[in-house]
């Protein structure tokens, strides 16, 4: 069963050129994707070709121009209380404590309240930040605050999960750990997960299928399938098929990401 359908989606951004002209910058062009429930799909491409852009229209947060997006087959609705994202920047409340930032999301659900710290307390303890519980966020470093950020939206449990570069942030130590935390939790209650990254390697080790896209205008260049069993070990990081995969992906982004700096070059 599919949970989106993405068809023939375009997106301008209206600027202003270097002159002062306005101008319109195509970022998404017959962005097609179709993403199946439960699935873990990760999406790599060059920067700035319209992934974040992607994930904000999903999350509905921003429009699209053209073609049609459709969630659980019904076309997509600004607001819904079933999509959770974790933005690249982490977003906390800063008058709000870390426990009270966890909170948010339940609150709107209307979860009560002892029931919302309870949950609240797990996710935290989760990401093994316990002991701040009842710091303020600018109290905590980069990489603690954006395990906030995804302790927050797991514990908002959406039946849609997109996340923008959730681990860019984090040390590397922390990065897997809470990338194997991820896919336990992922492996429990199956969510669909949408998962952006500049990551090959984390792309292949969490996902069922990679899809990869084109430099700006962007949309999907190739989906590449992971075959490789699960639990994702740390014996599979080393393997052969991990390589081939690695190599394939590598090749197919290479050549986008040269676009993407040639064109910046013509413009400079
Ligand atoms: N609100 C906006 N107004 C105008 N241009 C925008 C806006 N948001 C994004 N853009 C432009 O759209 C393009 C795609 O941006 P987007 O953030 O989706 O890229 P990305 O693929 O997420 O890149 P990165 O990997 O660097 O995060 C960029 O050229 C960006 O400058
Ligand atoms: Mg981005």
Redesign the pocket.
């Known amino acids: 069963m599919l949970k989106v359908q993405a068809r023939q989606v375009d997106r301008d951004?209206?600027?202003k050129n270097p002159l002062g002209k306005k101008d319109i910058?195509p970022?998404l062009r017959g962005f097609d994707l179709d993403i199946r429930e439960g699935e873990f799909l990760s999406i790599l491409?060059?920067?700035?070709?319209?992934?974040?852009?992607?994930?904000?229209i999903l999350a509905g947060l921003?429009d699209y121009d053209r073609g049609e997006i459709l969630v659980d087959r019904e076309f997509l609705e600004k607001r819904s209380f079933d999509r959770g994202m974790v933005f690249?920047s982490y977003a906390l409340l800063p008058w709000r404590t870390v426990l009270e930032n966890l909170e948010i999301g339940l609150e709107i659900r209307k979860v009560g309240k002892r029931e919302r710290r309870e949950i609240a307390r797990r996710y935290l303890d989760l990401v093994g930040l316990s002991h701040f519980a009842n710091q303020y966020p600018h109290q905590l470093s980069g990489g603690m605050r954006q395990r906030v950020a995804i302790a927050r939206v797991l514990a908002y449990q959406p039946n849609l999960l997109l996340m923008?570069?959730p681990f860019a942030a984090l040390d590397a130590q922390t990065r897997e750990t809470l990338q194997i935390e991820l896919l336990r939790i992922w492996e429990a209650d199956k969510k669909t997960i949408v998962f952006?990254t500049?990551s090959i390697d984390e792309a292949i080790i969490l996902s069922d299928r990679v899809a990869i896209?084109t430099a700006?205008p962007?949309y999907i260049k190739e989906i590449i399938g992971i075959d490789l069993p699960r639990p994702r070990t740390e014996d599979i990081r080393n393997s052969l098929e991990f390589a081939r995969i690695r190599q394939t992906s590598w090749l197919l982004l290479r050549d986008e990401v040269n676009k993407t700096r040639e064109s910046q070059r013509m413009r400079a």
């Open positions: 951004f209206k600027i910058l970022v491409g060059p920067s700035g070709c319209g992934k974040s852009t992607f994930l904000n921003d690249q923008d570069e952006v500049h896209m700006r962007g």
